[in-house]
């Protein structure tokens, strides 16, 4: 007998909570990581973000009594989630914004919402309409359209390299979405898996950093380290439980819908820190290259 699909709830208040937490949080992401590029290489970077989100994820499991023991089959569960959300999905965001801004980064982070609802469909069996593909070949052609003259140009080159890992790093995504709306997914204690998923990411993370880049390195800059503190404990710690919450509740395509939102608030948030801080280059953000400025 064939399985059955797997379901795809409704969004309750809760749900819209998580999708409103996640869209402020992750809309804000692409501007600081820019800080987080420089004189410590995108893969340090990215050890040190998940370094600090598994021990905030560790710190509250310990502080709410929430065990953090697994079993083998879920480590190895939390090892899939490690490798395709925390070690390839970012390390190719990362590396992305050396050839491309991060305002095109984000527009293709966009696209999860097509990946997600694809792979839904394959591996949960959730119903994909014709009006669904037909708008995201649209949306496909429309990033082609807009990229078109400058892949044309010389050094077109840098900017396909770029876009080649951003959606490396969408399809990376996707599959670690899909893998939370399995039954092992729903089954996994949220808090304990992303301790662990964050733990054997950051972990994965060092020895690639190691390979490519060579020995640790860190900053003491303030605004990295502001940079990392946002990514690590807000954008990785919060964003992803909330995240993860939506997605069991709603599925991975709906749930997805938060990095269309993210796109828009990407483009809102900055101008809205401008009219209500001043003149932007009084601050150290300034040297977070916010776009528009």
Known sequence: MAASPAPAGRFTPRAWAAFA?????WGSTWIVIRSQLGDVPASWSVTWRFAL???????????????????????????????????????LVYRSEYHVTSGLVSLTFAFLLVTNTLLAA???GQRVTGRFL??????????????????????????????????????SASIANVLQATPAGRAMPLEAGLAWAMAWGALIDAGVALAV??????????????GLAYLGIAASAVAFSLYYTLIRTVGPGQAAWTAWWCRWWRWAFPRWWKALCGPARRWPAARWRWPGW
């Open 213 to 226: 880049a060579g020995p640790p390195r860190f900053s003491t800059d303030p605004v990295y380290l502001a």
């Open 122 to 124: 394959v591996f949960l």
């Open 53 to 91: 989100g598994a021990g905030v994820m560790a710190l509250l499991c310990l502080f709410t009594g929430k065990s953090l023991r697994l079993s083998a089959r879920q480590h190895g569960f939390t090892l899939l989630v490690a490798i395709s959300q925390f070690v390839l999905n970012f390390n």
């Open 134 to 171: 037909i708008g995201g070949a649209i949306g496909l052609a429309g990033v082609a359209l807009l990229v078109a003259p400058d892949l044309l140009r010389p050094g077109g080159g840098n900017i396909l390299h770029g876009l080649a890992l951003a959606f490396g790093g969408v399809l």
């Open 21 to 25: 937490g996640c869209t402020l949080i």
